[in-house]
RNA sequence: GUGGUUGUAGCUCAGUUGGUUAGAGCGCCGGAUUGUGGUUCCGGAGGUCGCCGGUUCGAACCCGGUCUUCCACCCCA
């Protein structure tokens, strides 16, 4: 008996269509990476685990997808890892590779295993698929794509300007109008963990402090206090709750907050720099905020840090993100690189933009024309034009059989395309064709012996 | 990983307190129309009701398990 095919949790199939639609993305953003001078890489899907694991915290050890050893893998483990049962210590005996989790460690790992050959300042960009054992949700999967450029061996915050040029180039190009680009500095956050008096807990100041616009200043307070902040802490950290005003007074809050904090200054002058670079240049439809509570993907950010937030009204977790990254190369043994990348996630970008129709309706035809078929003589005349229009460039189709007009046109209709041509007895006779407009429904006549004439 | 939710025709969904042969709209195929599609009319095909097991004389419906979907946590693109 046939089993049912099925797909994996948190994995799709691509029709025609949208394979056109994502990669109307990718080329898009391609084009704009390359503009900016950055060039392409790609590195495999998987990677060894050791290179995987503890980059991206407890949280995303778990979600890391470890691929079982070939061969008789069980009989290698020691008696004493294999009856305790333990995941954590068997794992690693069992599965030496994982597939990659994202396309920033991957690339740190390159440029260390690289670094001879690289002209630094090395700029690069990547757009392959990452794998996350997360349960799925809307704009979540567990094989999805990412497309980062970043630039390492580069300190100058000229950088993270043109990265937040480039996030507005691109959304600009995509027709997704209205983004907001969210700006904060890790500086910030420990400068203001310090003044406080819980650097210690300065993960759980952040994490806390980053649900704010989803649960509320109360909620968040009560959550500081759980997660063991002092409530005398909470108190001095008030200002970051009533920040207000324009960029500019929203920075002056926050050197009056931090001025006891050197690195904490550090990060305002930073952002207030690449503010400034930023606003003479201008944007085009993007916008810049300055947002102190942004910590996500904290991990391995040492500077500023960047989400992009889809325009008001589409519900959607982030469709980007980056940020400066000083000591990537460092757990790999190449110091004093610093690195500072973005990253775009295409299957948020492609649901925002079905969601506010952006797709230009071009996309959807994957013909120019559909030559219908006659059958006898008229085949072959039609064939060789067909062949002649091809090697032209233009898309074109020929019915393979002398099927009934009514469903070769049913089948026109239904790969969208444009115009169709007749060539039949009747047209060949008089060294003609026709081509109907199948939108106005309007003929003309072209002639077999001038077809440049009429394709051109 | 925790808690919840969902699954019936290709798609969107009905389906009564458990009761003969499980329905609709759209789509698909054929005809009206042997050289003119997207409109209309007529006809037709298509389902082991996610899967496995249990309760029952009898299960799409009740119970258990499992997979999937979506949601809230966690985390994140």
Not at 229 to 250: N, T, V, Y
Not at 301 to 310: C, K, L, R
Request: hydrophobic share 40%; with cysteine; proline share 4%.
């Amino acid at each position: 008996m046939p089993q049912k095919p099925s797909l994996p949790k948190g994995t799709r199939d691509f029709s025609p269509v949208e394979v056109a639609k994502r990669q109307h993305i990718i080329q898009t953003i391609k084009k704009h990476f390359e503009r900016y001078g950055f060039e392409p890489i790609e590195t495999p899907s998987f990677e060894n685990s050791e290179t995987l694991l503890g980059k991206y915290g407890e949280e995303g050890d778990r979600l890391i997808f470890k691929i079982l050893n070939s061969g008789d893998f069980i009989s290698k483990v020691d008696d004493v890892t294999y009856s305790s049962k333990n995941s954590t210590t068997l794992a690693p005996k069992i599965t030496e590779r994982a597939l990659r989790y994202d396309l920033t460690v991957p690339f740190a790992r390159y440029v260390v295993m690289h670094q001879n050959e690289i002209a630094f300042p090395f700029k690069r960009y990547q757009i392959q698929p990452v794998w996350r054992a997360d349960r799925p949700q809307k704009g979540r999967f567990r094989e999805f794509y990412q497309c980062d450029a970043d630039v390492v061996g580069a300190k100058s915050l000229l950088q993270e300007v043109e990265f937040v040029s480039l996030y507005d180039a691109i959304f600009t190009d995509l027709g997704l109008e209205g983004c907001t680009i969210k700006m904060n500095n890790r500086k910030i956050l420990s400068g203001v963990a310090e003044v406080i008096g819980a650097k210690h807990h300065l993960i759980d100041f952040t994490v806390a402090l980053d649900k704010l616009d989803k649960i509320g200043e109360e909620k968040v307070k009560a959550e500081m206090l759980e997660r063991g902040l002092s409530a005398h802490a909470i108190e001095r950290a008030a200002p970051l709750f009533q920040m207000e005003g324009d960029i500019s007074q929203q920075f002056e809050q926050l050197k009056k907050l931090l001025s006891e904090s050197e690195i904490g200054l550090e990060g305002v002058i930073e952002l207030e720099e690449i503010y400034n670079w930023v606003e003479e240049g201008g944007l085009q439809t993007a916008k810049l905020e300055l947002d102190v509570t942004l910590a996500r993907g904290l991990n391995y950010y040492t500077g500023a840090i960047f989400e992009v937030a889809a325009p008001e009204g589409v519900a959607m977790g982030s469709i980007g993100g980056g940020g400066r990254y000083d000591d990537l190369t460092g757990i790999f043994g190449l110091k004093d690189v610093s690195g500072v990348g973005i990253s775009f996630g295409l299957d948020r970008i492609y649901l925002v933009l079905e969601e506010l129709g952006l797709f230009p309706e071009k996309l959807t035809q994957s013909l120019d024309y559909l030559c219908l078929n006659f059958g006898g003589e008229a085949e072959k005349a039609a064939f060789e034009l067909v062949m002649k229009l091809r090697n032209q460039g233009f898309r074109i189709d020929m019915y393979p059989s002398a099927a009934k007009m009514q469903k070769q046109l049913k089948y026109a209709d239904k790969r969208n395309v444009p115009a169709v041509v007749f060539l039949g007895a009747e047209e060949l006779e008089k060294r003609e064709f026709i081509v109907k407009n199948m939108s106005s429904g309007e003929q003309s006549v072209g002639s077999l012996d001038n077809i440049t004439a009429t394709f051109q």
